[in-house]
């Protein structure tokens, strides 16, 4: 079975952390990606450590570009005008896509 690779905006925020937690552990899904606004001070950081989990090797990075690369689906719980980015830029690489902001 080959594995889908997801990255997760918003992945020092509570949601992006809850996300990251329920993608561990989940077979045929591999966290890929993380992001988070600019200034956040998870950047850098692994995103699982962050989450509260085990390390996972993915930094939170601020660049979605860069960060779309690497995976297949984008799941994004950010705020509205972020995920408007999110959706162009996943649109724009062929990616799928994962919505959950509140207030679109």
């Not at 594995?3 to 966290?31: E, F, H, K, N, S």
């Not at 450590?49 to 601020?62: F, H, K, N």
């Not at 297949?72 to 996943?90: C, N, Y």
């Amino acid at each position: 079975m080959e594995q889908i690779r997801a990255t997760v905006a918003g992945a020092g925020a509570r949601m992006g952390q809850r996300i990251i937690v329920a993608l561990d552990g989940v077979p045929g899904i591999a966290l890929a990606g993380a992001c988070e606004r600019l200034g956040h001070p998870a950047l850098g950081c692994d995103a699982g450590i962050t989450a509260g989990i085990r390390a996972e090797d993915v930094l939170i990075e601020e660049r979605m570009e860069s960060v779309l690369l690497r995976g297949d689906v984008l799941i994004d719980f950010t705020a509205p005008e972020a995920s408007l980015r999110h959706v162009e830029l996943a649109v724009q690489q062929g990616k799928a896509l994962v919505l959950g902001t509140t207030g679109l």
